[in-house]
C-alpha cells in the first residue's frame, strides 16, 4: 500500500530575504534562508505536511506562487513579503483571491520599527501575523496554521 503525500504549505519569502545572514544582522540575525527553510521544512514535517520554500525580490513572481498553490490545492500559505507586505495591494488580492490559510510572518519586530512598518496589507490577508520573534517566527507559523486545517503532530 503507497502512502499519500503529504499536504503541502507553501513558504514565501519576499525581497532581500535572500540576505538574510548578512543583511542587517543586529535587526534580522546570524541565520541564512537556507536555515530558514531546513527549519520550515522539519517543522512541517512533524505535522505530516510537506514546505515547499520560495523566495522572490519580484511582485510578480510571489503573485504568480500565491496562484501556484491554489492551482496545486496547498492547504496554507506561509508568507513574509518583506517591504511588500507594506505596500502591496497586489500580494493582499491575491492572497484573498485563492482563499487558502494564510499566516504573514516578519522576523523583526516591525512596530519597534520605522512608522510605515507599522501597516500592513497582506496582514489583513492572513488570519494571524506573527512579528519578533526571530526566525522561530516561522516554526510559530507553521504551528498556528497546522492547528487551523486539523493537522496533527506526529508522534
Not at 32 to 45: F, G, Q, S, Y
Not at 47 to 54: H, P, S, V, Y
Request: hydrophobic share 45%; net charge neutral.
Amino acid at each position: 500500500m503507497t502512502q499519500a503525500p503529504a499536504a503541502t504549505i507553501y513558504v514565501l519569502n519576499g525581497p532581500n530575504l535572500n540576505l538574510l545572514g548578512t543583511r542587517e544582522p543586529e535587526t534580522y540575525g546570524r541565520a541564512t534562508l537556507a536555515d530558514v527553510e531546513k527549519l520550515c521544512r522539519e517543522t512541517a514535517a512533524q505535522f505530516g505536511l510537506a514546505a515547499d520554500c520560495r523566495q522572490s525580490n519580484r511582485e510578480g513572481e510571489l503573485i504568480d506562487f500565491i496562484h501556484e498553490a491554489h492551482a496545486k490545492q496547498a492547504v496554507g500559505i506561509i508568507i513574509n513579503a518583506g517591504a511588500y507586505s507594506h505596500t502591496s495591494i497586489a500580494l493582499h488580492d491575491a492572497l484573498v483571491g485563492v482563499k487558502i490559510p494564510t499566516v504573514e510572518v516578519h522576523i523583526s519586530n516591525i512596530y519597534a520599527r520605522e512608522s510605515f512598518r507599522h501597516h500592513s496589507f497582506t496582514a489583513k490577508a492572513a488570519f494571524a501575523s506573527l512579528c519578533g520573534f526571530g526566525i522561530d517566527g516561522y516554526r510559530l507559523a507553521i504551528s498556528g496554521l497546522a492547528a487551523k486545517i486539523g493537522a496533527k503532530p506526529r508522534a
